[in-house]
Structure formats: C-alpha cells, structure tokens
C-alpha cells in the first residue's frame, strides 16, 4: 500500500490535479442563491433533460428490484405465502403422524425388514415430515397465488399478457418520473420542512470558500446551494439533487476534513446520484409509503417492544425492502460511494478524508427511513480505506492501474440522443403507428358487432350452416348438422334478404343490434343481443358473437314422409333434436290413397324462441268415390246373405227362428261421409239425412202354417277406411 505523501502546508499539495478549469466568480455573500424550477443543478449537462436521464437511467437493477416488488405485491406474497405455510403444515403435522404408516405401499409394508424399519420410522418422524413437506407447499402455493392471480384473466392471450406487462411498466415508469420531479422541483420547500435552513453569514463565510475552492479544483463552474441543518453533536452531509445540507457539527472540523466532506457531497451532486434514489423510490412508490410507517414508528419510539410489534405487523414490508429493493440498489449506491471518496483524492484532500472515514461510523444519515435504509448500504469504511489507498492522480507516480481525472470521474453526458437514435426513434415510432392504425382498421372491420350480424346473415345467404353457427354463442352441440347444411342447401329455402342494422347500442362487452330484412318477400324486424367474446384472436382480437343458438322446432314428427325442402325429417324417436337457422323453408308432408299433403311455407325469423311446423293432410276428391265403391261392393256381398242377420253386415230381420227363404234387396246405398284421422286412415259412417233402404223377403211358420213377409228398413253404414297402397280399404265396424 502507498504511503501518502506529505505536503509542506504553505504550498500546493502534489496530489492536487493541476486541471485547467476556471472557476466561476464567487457570489457575493450578500447575494441569495438562485432558486426556482431546475437552477443549482449541476453543470455538465446539455440541459435538465440529459441530467434527469442520466441519473434515471443509470440503476436498472434498482429499478428493477423496486418494480418487481411492488407491482407483483411481494409482500402481499410474503404474507399469504406464511400463513399459506402454516395451513398446511398444521394438516400435515396431524396427517403425518396419524396417517403416515397407510401410505407405505403394501409390498414395502410385507417385506422383511424393510417393512417394520419404514414404519418404525414414520410412525416417529411422519407428523414432522407431514409438517416441513406441508409448509413448503403452502409457502409456495400462497406465493405464486399472489403473482399469479392478478395475470390470470389474460394467461391465455400471450400478447394480452405482454400489454398488461407494459402497461404496469409503464405506469411504473411513470409515477418514477413524477416522483423525481417532485422531489427536484419542491426540494427547497422539502427540506425546509425536514429542518434544513439558509446559512448564517459566519456559516457562509466559514463553509462556501472552502466549497467553491473543491469545486473550483473538481471542475465544476458552480456549486449547490448550502443549507445547514442544527445538530451540534453529529458531523453529518447530505446531498439532495440541488442542494447540500451540512450540520452545524461541521463547523468544528479542521478544514482538510470539511473540504473533503464537501468534495465528497460535490462529486454526489455532479453525478446525480440523487436522482437515481429518486426515482428508485418512486418505481417503487407504495412500497416506499408502506415502509415509512414502520420505520418512523422505530426512530420515533426507539424501543426493544416498539420494534417487536413495528415488525409483527410490518415484516413483509420491512422483509421485502431489506432483501430484494435494497440488494439490488445497493451496487450502485457502493459504486457511488467509492467514486465520490475520489472527489477528495481530486480536491488533494485524501487525508482529511482518511481521518473522517477512520473516526467516524457514517459521516452521512437519512431524514427518513428510506435515506437511513440506503446509507446502510454504504460500503465498509475499511474497504473505503482501501480504495483510497490505491487511488491516485494524473501525474503522480502510484500502483493504481489508471490514474483518477475529472474525466473518468464524471464521464462525458451528451445530448439527449444522437441523430441515429432519433431516426431509429422515429422510424419505430412511425412503425408503432402506422401497425395500430392497421390493427384498427382490422378491428373496425373484422371483430366489430356489425361485423358479426353482418357475417351471420352473410353465412345465410351463402347456405352455410357451419358459418352460420360459428356467429353463435350456443353452436348447437348435439344436434345433427348434417341434417342442418342439407336443409339450407335444399331447394325450397329461402335466406333473409335487404338485411340492414338500423339501430346498435353497445354496452361493454354486451350489445343490442336492430335489424330490418325481408322475409317471404314481407318486411321484418328482429332485435339481436350479442357477446364479446372472452378468447382474442391472434392474441389481439376480441370478436363478437350473437347471443343464443338455433331455433328449435317445436313439432314432433310423428309419421315418416316428412319433408323440408326436400329433404325428409326423422320420426320423432329418431336422432338429434332438430333445430333450423333463419329463413322459409318447404314443408311437404306424406301422401296416400286416402290424403294427401298440401305444400307449407315454415317462416324462421332471427331472435325466435322456436318454429312451428303444422302439415295438415286433405281428404283426395278421388278418395270418397273409392271409399263408396268399397262399401256398396260389401253391402252387396252383404245382401246376398239368406239368413235373417248376415253376419258382419249392417242389416237383419227379427222374425225368430221360423223365418225361410230370406232374401234381401238394397234399395237405397247410403250415402256415406268420409273424415280423416291420419294420414292413411279415415272414419266412414252415414249421415243421419243420407240413411239407405233395404228390403227383407221370406216366409215364416207360426203353428205350422207358412206366410211370406216383406219388410223395408232404413241403412246406415260405419267403419273405417285405409290406404292400403294405391288402393283403399274398408273395414266395417263390429257391432
């Protein structure tokens, strides 16, 4: 290790940079410091944009750290992912212990040896492995509940999902910005509120030639404004974005240590290292609120007991903060330390700073939990030590690799961006436009509500059942849609036509379409729900669907023969349920020698609840000859009967047993009335107004003498008649 050199006081120390710099003239005493929007901030800097970037820019994994925490609520995690634990492992200490010798399989349990030595060991070690095994599932079950539940409704959409990612990183992003604006922009009012105040002239006279001299030395045209804090005791400084403020202790210290006290807080200043904490803490705003609470309760109350209970409430927060925020902000806060003890090494006032670092725990304390929680993690004093030892300025001989200059002490901060960055800015800001307006245009035209009315009557007109359905939230699964597609396909069916949408209200994911058609050349009017659907398509897209399924028809068909549109329906007990889509249909129905069918139109309005299907057959004029023909052909069978009561026949004579040579004489045929009862069957009988005559002849014996006898009777006729093929058949009635 290099021995400092000594310096005779009265001349220039050798380790002070000869740097060509002029300095600005000094204020007068007198004179207030500017004040007011981005004045005192440091030089260097192209404008106050280029100086906000570079220090917002500058601790990513700070960032990082506080983003990840916060917006994926790790503390909420922390907490359910505890007491997640603890469920689970109370139920596995209890069912390890009671229930751990049934869950040996039977051919471990049977072996010799092995079987007694498992169960000897599980029936004392089985609750406590039941226990640890159900904590660390609880544990983490209840952590990963927490960063999952809130992604949970876009899982299924990976670009969904990737738009929710930036849209938190962006509303991360920034509230950091606007914190760090807040804190630049009201930092003389913040710290006057803390405690700080202007210095009195004996405090500017003692402090500011020794601060202008360290920033003259460093480079730097100008310096922050001073304020001073009251704290007799504790030699403390503090850097904010545009002002450092110095205990009144200060006052007391040699000038050596207070001017390298003063170059460390300008090389702070100069390299905004408080813009970085700024914004750090803003990414992670909420979970900054919630910290201070516990903190400022543990300052406030310094107390074993105050502190147990602060952290029986508070230990995901203060946990959080403590092992993910403050780690990963840590590196930059290490690296910052160590680059502004170089400040001193530049200012030749290495051993002030020396005797500062080897006196003192922490010349540096936060007015808040967050500025305390950070300067803890300030490097090791010792390793400080080190480090300055090893350092060393241009022009002077030391083991240091590369000597420190102003250069590689500040860098070079340009402008905001080159010329190839703002092209490349441009070009993907044009691209980011130009691929939204495509990407509405594609909505507007493909997933609005019009679009899917407009797709459904679209598949109608086409005759496609299967687009049809696809428009709609019930695609009637389980039906037959083969049935379906030779429906619309047919030659009797007709779509709705001179479709137009005359009225929509949109309701969230709901909405309300009025369209107008022309059905069976008569206008109509039906009123449509519709549904956005949950899925996206391409990850993007959320389309529309009408609300509902196809129409059910509300007829059983009973007889085979059936038709729609040429095609022939099944029986009732046969298949699927039949549904129908929106349009006229052909309904023909069967046809036999007694009925036959007339051609029905079956109007299926869009929004019905169901479709009516009557067929109706008619008696064939043809029919009612054919049905008279066989009745007049069975009463003449009938009449050639020579018994008294021809058997099956609507006639008789009671006469008794002594009745010969019976003969009968139609004399008037009935005429007979014929009504359906189906299709392939009808009711015959004989109007009271249209009764036949039939004439009986004989003889009959009373007391052995024989007489003849005639005698007319009134006819009338019932049965029923069936098609039997392309003939008809009649079946009298049994008496």
Same mark, same amino acid.
């Not at 400080?384 to 060393?392: G, H, I, N, Q, V």
């Not at 949408?501 to 709901?510: F, K, P, T, V």
């Not at 059983?556 to 298949?575: F, H």
């Given at each position: ?7 005779p ?15 600005a ?11 007011g929007?981005?004045a ?15 220090g917002?820019l500058?601790?990513?994994?700070g960032?990082l750290?506080?983003f ?7 503390p909420?995690g922390l907490?359910?992912?505890?007491w ?17 010798d ?7 349990r ?7 030595l498992l ?12 226990g ?6 609880g544990?983490?079950?209840?952590f990963?509940a ?8 876009v ?8 738009t929710?990612?930036l849209g938190?990183?962006a509303a991360?992003?920034?509230?950091g910005v606007?914190?760090?604006l807040y ?5 003389p ?21 020794v ?6 030395r460093?480079? @730097?045209?100008s310096? $922050?404004? =001073? +304020?001073?804090?009251?704290?007799? !005791? #504790?030699?403390n400084?503090?850097?904010y974005? *545009?002002h450092?403020v110095?205990?009144t202790?200060?006052?007391t210290?040699p000038?050596?240590?207070?001017a390298?006290l003063?170059s460390?807080?300008?090389v702070?200043?100069?390299?905004g290292?408080?813009?970085?904490s700024a ?9 900054t609120l ?12 310094p107390h074993?007991?105050?502190n147990?209970?602060?952290? @029986?409430f508070?230990? $995901?927060? =203060? +946990?959080?903060?403590r092992y993910? !925020? #403050?780690p990963?902000?840590?590196?930059d806060? *290490?690296?910052?330390e160590y680059r502004a003890d ?5 200012t ?7 005797r500062?670092l080897?006196?003192?725990?922490s010349?540096e304390?936060?007015?808040?939990g ?5 300067c803890?993690?300030?490097?090791p ?6 480090a300055l ?27 905001v961006g ?11 800001t ?5 691929g939204?307006?495509?990407?509405g ?14 797709g ?11 687009a049809?359905?696809?428009?709609l939230?019930?695609q ?8 379906l597609?030779k ?8 779509p709705p036509t001179d479709?137009?949408?005359?009225e929509?209200e ?5 909405a309300?379409a009025t369209?107008t058609?022309r059905l069976?050349d008569?206008?109509q ?8 659907e ?17 129409i059910?028809l ?6 085979p023969?059936?038709r729609?549109?040429?095609v ?12 129908l889509?929106?349009g ?8 036999s020698?007694?009925s036959e ?5 079956v109007?299926v ?6 479709a009516?299907?009557?067929?109706t ?5 043809t ?8 009745v ?5 069978e ?27 004489k ?8 014929v009504?359906?009862t189906g299709?392939s069957s ?8 249209t ?12 007391f052995?003498?024989?007489?003849p006898f005639?005698?007319d009777?009134t006819l009338?006729?019932a049965?029923v008649?069936?098609?039997d ?11």
């Amino acid at each position: 290790m290099t021995e400092p050199h000594s310096v005779p006081p009265e001349s220039t120390p050798p380790t002070v940079p000869q740097l060509d710099v002029r300095a600005a003239e000094p204020p007068a005493v007198d004179d207030p410091p500017p004040s007011g929007g981005f004045a005192d901030r440091p030089p260097g800097y192209p404008s106050a944009l280029v100086w906000l970037r570079a220090g917002i820019l500058r601790d990513w994994r700070g960032v990082l750290g506080a983003f990840v925490a916060t917006w994926f609520y790790l503390p909420v995690g922390l907490l359910l992912a505890f007491w997640g634990g603890l469920s689970l492992a109370a139920v596995g200490l209890f069912a390890g212990g009671l229930n751990a010798d049934d869950q040996i399989p039977s051919a471990l349990r049977d072996a010799p040896l092995i079987g007694s030595l498992l169960e000897a060991f599980l029936s004392r070690s089985g609750g406590l492995l039941g226990g640890v095994a159900g904590f660390a599932a609880g544990f983490l079950a209840g952590f990963l509940a927490v960063l999952a539940l809130p992604w949970m409704g876009v899982a299924d959409e990976p670009l969904a999902l990737l738009t929710g990612l930036l849209g938190t990183v962006a509303a991360a992003a920034l509230i950091g910005v606007l914190y760090t604006l807040y804190r630049v922009l009201l930092e003389p009012k913040l710290l006057v509120v803390s405690g700080a105040r202007q210095p009195s002239r004996r405090e500017t006279a003692r402090l500011r030639p020794v601060l202008e001299e360290c920033a003259r030395r460093l480079g @730097l045209p100008s310096v $922050p404004r =001073l +304020l001073m804090e009251d704290d007799p !005791v #504790l030699s403390n400084a503090r850097t904010y974005a *545009r002002h450092v403020v110095v205990s009144t202790a200060v006052l007391t210290e040699p000038d050596d240590e207070v001017a390298a006290l003063l170059s460390h807080e300008l090389v702070h200043w100069r390299t905004g290292d408080e813009i970085t904490s700024a914004f750090v803490r803003g990414v992670g705003l909420p979970l900054t609120l919630a910290h201070a609470l516990p903190t400022w309760l543990m300052r406030t109350f310094p107390h074993p007991a105050t502190n147990f209970v602060v952290f @029986l409430f508070f230990w $995901p927060v =203060l +946990l959080t903060m403590r092992y993910v !925020v #403050l780690p990963l902000h840590a590196r930059d806060v *290490r690296a910052a330390e160590y680059r502004a003890d170089l400040g001193a090494v530049l200012t030749g006032h290495l051993d002030g700073l020396r005797r500062v670092l080897e006196r003192r725990l922490s010349f540096e304390s936060g007015r808040s939990g967050w500025d305390e929680a950070v300067c803890a993690t300030h490097p090791p004093h010792e390793l400080r030590l080190d480090a300055l030892e090893r350092a060393s300025v241009a022009g002077v001989p030391a083991d240091a690799a590369e000597p420190v200059t102003v250069e590689r002490l500040f860098g070079h901060t340009g402008p905001v961006g080159t010329r190839r960055t703002w092209l490349l800015v441009g070009a993907l800001t044009l691209a980011a436009c130009l691929g939204t307006s495509g990407l509405g245009v594609v909505q507007w035209a493909f997933f609005r509500p019009q679009a899917a009315v407009g797709g459904y009557f679209s598949a109608l007109a086409d005759r496609d059942s299967a687009a049809a359905l696809d428009v709609l939230t019930d695609q009637g699964d389980g039906t037959d849609r083969d049935l379906l597609a030779k429906l619309l396909r047919g030659k009797g069916y007709q779509p709705p036509t001179d479709v137009e949408i005359s009225e929509l209200e949109r309701d969230g994911d709901s909405a309300t379409a009025t369209v107008t058609y022309r059905l069976a050349d008569a206008p109509q009017t039906a009123t449509l729900t519709l549904s956005r659907e949950q899925e996206a398509t391409a990850g993007l897209f959320h389309g529309w669907r009408l609300t509902g399924g196809p129409i059910p028809l509300n007829s059983s068909i009973a007889d085979p023969g059936v038709r729609l549109n040429g095609v022939e329906l099944p029986v009732a007990t046969e298949g699927a349920p039949l549904v129908l889509l929106p349009g006229v249909y052909t309904a023909t129905g069967p046809s036999s020698a007694l009925s036959e069918t007339p051609t029905t139109a079956v109007t299926v309005g869009p929004g019905q609840s169901a479709a009516n299907l009557e067929l109706t057959p008619v008696l064939k004029p043809t029919a009612v000859e054919a049905v008279e023909a066989r009745v007049r052909a069975w009463l003449d069978e009938c009449a050639k009967q020579t018994v008294a009561a021809p058997p099956g026949c609507p006639f008789r004579y009671y006469g008794g047993e002594s009745t010969r040579k019976v003969t009968w004489k139609i004399l008037e045929y009935p005429k007979i009335a014929v009504e359906l009862t189906g299709p392939s069957s009808a009711r015959v009988f004989t109007p009271v107004e249209t009764q036949g005559r039939v004439q009986v002849s004989g003889t009959t014996t009373y007391f052995g003498t024989s007489s003849p006898f005639t005698d007319d009777d009134t006819l009338t006729v019932a049965g029923v008649a069936t098609a039997d093929g392309d003939a008809v058949a009649f079946q009298p009635a049994s008496d």
